[in-house]
């Protein structure tokens, strides 16, 4: 959750206002960095791994939900057969090394949404702040990974490509400046580039972009630490206790609320917050949590529920991905095509 600038700041850069206009001179340093980056990779072209490398990124500043859709792609693909791994920054943890997702990490080590992840998925999972040697250690570890899936990574020119999917959120392109005074990382459109396959996707349609467009849902269903599976169901018109260290907690409140629970207490926290402070005992009576937020709680509170987040509308765009990215693998368990 922002803190009450930082929301000031994110509603000010959907609109060409005082204060952007006041820091839009900036925003030349910034195109000037990008600008910069882009003419390294000519020169320095960066080396292909082996494997198709598809990266899930977006050029807004904040949670635009790439994750999920990292998530819902790994297990798509390992469905079929594929040997997918994941690499990620590991936003928030202690160390800049390169590290392998294990049974035992904890999310201080290796980031909470990589830690989700390897749970939900049961892939390969590195991270580190190059994703590009990230690629190599995975490899190096797991030689017969498939397809490489980065959670992030759009502006991390140094990391090879085959597939980008670029993510929004009902934000858009916001004001369409770059940083300070706007909200984007790099200039939109994006340069497009001929060995690369690109789709944007949204939640929700947008003036001036072409999307697939996708539903976020939280699912009818919590489960607990042990595996054990409720349906929502149950606690209709129950007051019950939520909370969610995520970029948008509303959604999540607001998410259960829309099938039936009553929130008798709602507590938001910063994003990737390690809710060391969180005591559940204060109120009496059932908490949930998002996906994200257990993989921090579950090893202290077992018992909290977690509420998972489903994407919908991916069947009618997955085989055009499919395709995609069978250009460039012979087969499911076949050798790979450079």
């Given at each position: 959750m922002p803190s009450p600038w930082q929301a000031w700041v994110l509603r000010q850069w959907q609109t060409r206002n005082w204060f952007t206009r006041l820091l839009w001179p900036l925003s030349g340093l910034t195109g000037w960095v990008v600008y910069w980056k882009r003419r390294q990779q000519h020169r320095h072209p960066p080396t292909h791994p082996g494997v198709p490398v598809v990266i899930v990124g977006n050029v807004m500043v904040g949670g635009a939900g790439k994750t999920p859709v990292v998530m819902a792609l790994a297990?798509?693909?390992?469905?079929?057969?594929?040997?997918?791994?994941?690499?990620?920054?590991?936003?928030?943890?202690?160390?800049?090394?390169?590290?392998?997702?294990?049974?035992?990490?904890?999310?201080?080590d290796v980031g909470d949404e990589p830690l989700l992840v390897w749970q939900r998925c049961q892939v390969p999972v590195f991270v580190g702040a190059d994703r590009a040697t990230c690629c190599q250690a995975l490899l190096a570890?797991?030689?017969?990974?498939?397809?490489?899936?980065?959670?992030?990574?759009?502006?991390?020119?140094?990391?090879?490509?085959?597939?980008e999917l670029c993510v929004f959120d009902e934000r858009g392109l916001g004001n369409g400046w770059l940083l300070p005074a706007g909200p984007l990382r790099e200039p939109w459109p994006r340069p497009t580039r001929p060995l690369v396959q690109a789709w944007n996707l949204g939640s929700q349609p947008l003036p001036g972009l072409d999307l697939v467009l996708l539903r976020r849902q939280l699912a009818p269903y919590?489960?607990?630490?042990?595996?054990?599976?409720?349906?929502?169901?149950?606690?209709?018109?129950?007051?019950?206790?939520?909370?969610?260290a995520i970029a948008k907690p509303a959604l999540f409140f607001d998410g259960l609320r829309a099938q039936g629970l009553v929130m008798e207490t709602t507590q938001a926290w910063p994003d990737h917050d390690p809710l060391l402070g969180f005591n559940p005992q204060a109120a009496a009576g059932d908490w949930f949590c998002t996906e994200k937020d257990a993989v921090k709680l579950w090893p202290r509170f077992p018992h909290l529920w977690a509420v998972p987040l489903e994407l919908h509308g991916l069947s009618t765009w997955l085989p055009q991905l499919d395709a995609a990215l069978a250009q460039r693998i012979s087969s499911p368990h076949g050798t790979q095509t450079a």
């Open positions: 297990m798509h693909w390992k469905s079929q057969g594929f040997k997918v791994g994941v690499v990620s920054r590991g936003y928030g943890r202690a160390s800049q090394q390169v590290t392998e997702v294990h049974p035992h990490s904890r999310f201080q570890a797991h030689p017969q990974t498939q397809v490489i899936i980065s959670d992030d990574g759009l502006q991390h020119h140094r990391l090879h490509r085959d597939i919590a489960v607990q630490a042990n595996g054990q599976r409720r349906p929502l169901s149950d606690w209709k018109n129950q007051r019950v206790h939520a909370l969610a």
